[in-house]
């Protein structure tokens, strides 16, 4: 038999930093996956345990490296946990930290930002991905649920037809996803947490303010603009479940319904997917 691949790690290793700028709080609060690769193949083949480093080891580098490391962005605290695992310990090759973020959003009282109170912001879950070798670094950016929707301003018409489709054309339509988007870096931007903001404004608003003749029209424009807007990312990778919303049939009640009362659901949903690059 052949251990065809192998790798292990510690998952949900949740850490809360807290940096202080005077009377100002900046936080940052992370789920880290960290995985390894390595000279440890024994440990699966013949019970041999010498060259793995414990999982709750990386665990405890994980909490180090963050209280080293209280200000720093989540894509470089990704990288700065990869470079420390790989700095420790020389059986290893690579290592691949994912860091998942739980976004708070600062209070504003009178228009004024509070300095230490925040709000849970519960749209999207930001992510960075870093994958180290010893010779290079990946990094990848991007969101995981970000919920979006226009009430008008979209169709779905001039489609392929045959015997099966029942669907209806249509020049208006809503339209709603929740969307997992990543986008690779070549280099880094001055700031990182600034220019994924930039992807996603831009992108927002290419779908806000444009007609949308399909989900697929309205995310290669998407992509095209995000790559416009950041010249440091190498391309943009989206995947776009319709949330859809079905028009409810009034009529038995002797009442119109002219896109105005719909039935949320999303099972099944459509499912849009593509990469857009240079």
């Known amino acids: 038999m052949t251990l065809v691949r192998k790798t292990y790690g510690k998952g949900r290793v949740r850490v809360m930093r807290i940096h202080s700028d005077g009377d100002r709080r900046e936080v940052r609060e992370l789920t880290i996956k960290a995985m390894v690769e390595g000279d440890f193949g024994r440990a699966f083949t013949a019970a041999d345990n010498s060259s793995s480093v414990s999982t709750d080891t990386i665990k405890n580098i994980v909490n180090v490296v963050a209280r080293e490391n209280l200000a720093l962005s989540n894509e470089l605290f990704c990288q700065a946990v990869a470079q420390r695992l790989l700095e420790s310990y020389p059986q290893l090759s690579a290592a691949t930290v994912t860091g998942d973020e739980t976004k708070w959003t600062r209070l504003v009282f009178d228009g004024k930002e509070h300095p230490h109170s925040f709000v849970l912001d519960s749209n999207g879950e930001p992510f960075a991905e870093v994958a180290a070798t010893r010779d290079a670094v990946k990094i990848t950016s991007g969101v995981k649920g970000f919920t979006f929707m226009k009430t008008t301003q979209s169709g779905w018409d001039n489609f392929f037809k045959d015997q099966y489709t029942t669907i209806p054309p249509t020049r208006d339509r809503m339209a709603a996803t929740s969307m997992l988007a990543s986008w690779r870096w070549s280099e880094a ?90």
């Open 189 to 278: 931007p001055g700031d990182y947490a600034a220019a994924n903001a930039k992807i996603l404004s831009t992108m927002l608003e290419v779908f806000a303010t444009t007609y949308s003749e399909s989900v697929q029209d309205s995310l290669y424009r998407m992509g095209g603009a995000a790559l416009a807007a950041v010249p440091q990312i190498i391309d943009v990778s989206m995947a776009c479940p319709n949330k859809h919303y079905l028009l409810i049939n009034l009529a038995p009640f002797q009442l119109d319904n002219k896109n105005q009362v719909f039935l949320p659901t999303d099972e099944p949903h459509g499912q849009i997917e593509c990469t857009v690059g240079r």
